[in-house]
C-alpha cells in the first residue's frame, strides 16, 4: 500500500501505483477529491504528451503546482492514463 499525506492528512491511498521515473503515479478514485484545486500550469513531455498541473490543499495550507497527471498521454504511456503524482519536495509525503 503506497500512501501521500500532506500536512499529516492523507490524501491518496492505493495497492496499485504506476511507478514511472521516480514517481509514483495513484489512481485517481485513490486520490480525496477536496484535495486538489486544478492549476493554468500544463507542461510537455515529449513522450508522455501534455501534463496538467493541481494544487494540493488541506485546510488553510497549499501546495502550489504539487501534481499533475496526463489526460490523454502518449501510446507509449498509456498506463498512467487517468492517474496522477505527486512533486518531490512539495511538501506530500509519499510512503509505502
Known sequence: ??????QGQVIARSEETVYLEGNH?????????DVLEKSWVRTLCYWKGVARYYHVRTGSRRA??????????TPLARKIKGHIAFAPGSGVDIRP
Open 1 to 6: 500500500m503506497i500512501t501521500a499525506t500532506f
Open 25 to 33: 503515479y495513484f489512481p485517481m478514485e485513490s486520490v480525496s477529491p
Open 64 to 73: 502550489a503546482n504539487a501534481a499533475w497527471m496526463y489526460p490523454h498521454p
